[in-house]
């Protein structure tokens, strides 16, 4: 991308902004501020459970999230993390390591940072993003768990959480969901997206996103985002 994208933190915004300039400006201000509201949206009290959702190949080779998750267990923010019940498999096949290394690498490397590996819980297998927010929720209604953290990049916590929350109205759970996210990213980093299909910069995967979130909200696969905003103010802050 160009030398313009910024390289510090916390700039999401200034990066959406300039990476979306094409777009409709109310579609871009919509995701922007739905985005930022998640940015903000930390829980301050303990929660059950950690969303770690898959990475793709590239990407786990990265320390952010696996280092965020890793703080929630160390400060007693969060009593387990669940990760996706996938081994190195792809949606549609059988070839290891292709879009996520799997939870055997995921495990080893959260305990090699000091998480216990009894508190590493897998979910049934999910092979996209939705997928693996539902199979979440669902492994935390049989433990009877009622709270839990998205954590992801700053560019997919938004789709995350808008799945997240599309389940939660859908099923009518008694369920509060808060957002985390890395606010170490380089930008400028080469990084795999969705199904680890396309290797390019970091904040090129920004209008990748932006198109997803319009796509499946049209679908009806994903809360809109008054939706979100309703769910939000309904759970309120803890």
Same mark, same amino acid.
């Given at each position: 991308?160009?030398?313009?994208?910024?390289?510090?933190?916390?700039?999401?915004? #200034?990066?959406?902004? =300039?990476?979306?300039? !094409?777009?409709?400006?109310?579609?871009? +201000?919509? &995701? %922007?501020?739905?985005?930022?509201?998640?940015?903000?949206?930390?829980?301050?009290?303990?929660?059950?459970?950690?969303?770690?959702?898959?990475?793709?190949?590239?990407?786990?080779?990265? #320390?952010?999230?696996? =280092?965020?998750?890793? !703080?929630?267990?160390?400060?007693?923010? +969060?009593? &387990? %993390?669940?990760?996706?019940?996938?081994?190195?498999?792809?949606?549609?096949?059988?070839?290891?390591?292709?879009?996520?290394?799997?939870?055997?690498?995921?495990?080893?490397?959260?305990?090699?940072?000091?998480?216990?590996?009894?508190?590493?819980?897998?979910?049934?297998?999910?092979?996209?993003?939705?997928?693996?927010?539902?199979?979440?929720?669902?492994?935390?209604?049989?433990?009877?768990?009622?709270?839990?953290?998205?954590?992801?990049?700053?560019?997919?916590?938004?789709?995350?959480?808008?799945?997240?929350?599309?389940?939660?109205?859908?099923?009518?759970?008694?369920?509060?969901?808060?957002?985390?996210?890395?606010?170490?990213?380089?930008?400028?980093?080469?990084?795999?997206?969705?199904?680890?299909?396309?290797?390019?910069?970091?904040?090129?995967?920004?209008?990748?996103?932006?198109?997803?979130?319009?796509?499946?909200?049209?679908?009806?696969?994903?809360?809109?985002?008054?939706?979100?905003?309703?769910?939000?103010?309904?759970?309120?802050?803890?």
């Amino acid at each position: 991308m160009s030398s313009e994208i910024p390289t510090g933190e916390n700039d999401f915004a #200034e990066v959406a902004l =300039r990476v979306l300039k !094409d777009q409709s400006q109310e579609a871009v +201000a919509e &995701y %922007i501020k739905a985005t930022q509201s998640l940015l903000r949206d930390r829980p301050t009290n303990p929660v059950d459970a950690v969303f770690f959702f898959g990475r793709s190949w590239g990407d786990a080779k990265k #320390e952010e999230l696996f =280092r965020l998750a890793v !703080d929630y267990i160390k400060t007693d923010m +969060a009593r &387990y %993390i669940i990760i996706p019940g996938t081994e190195g498999e792809t949606y549609g096949g059988n070839i290891p390591q292709v879009a996520n290394p799997g939870m055997t690498l995921w495990t080893s490397r959260l305990v090699g940072m000091g998480v216990p590996s009894d508190r590493i819980i897998p979910s049934d297998k999910g092979y996209n993003t939705k997928a693996e927010g539902d199979a979440f929720l669902v492994k935390c209604k049989e433990e009877g768990w009622t709270s839990g953290v998205a954590i992801a990049n700053e560019h997919q916590i938004l789709r995350a959480t808008l799945g997240l929350c599309k389940t939660i109205n859908d099923e009518d759970l008694q369920f509060n969901i808060y957002s985390d996210a890395s606010r170490t990213n380089n930008w400028h980093g080469l990084v795999r997206g969705s199904q680890g299909a396309e290797l390019k910069p970091r904040s090129a995967h920004i209008l990748d996103e932006f198109m997803r979130v319009q796509k499946y909200q049209e679908k009806g696969d994903l809360a809109s985002y008054e939706k979100l905003y309703s769910y939000l103010e309904r759970r309120g802050s803890n």
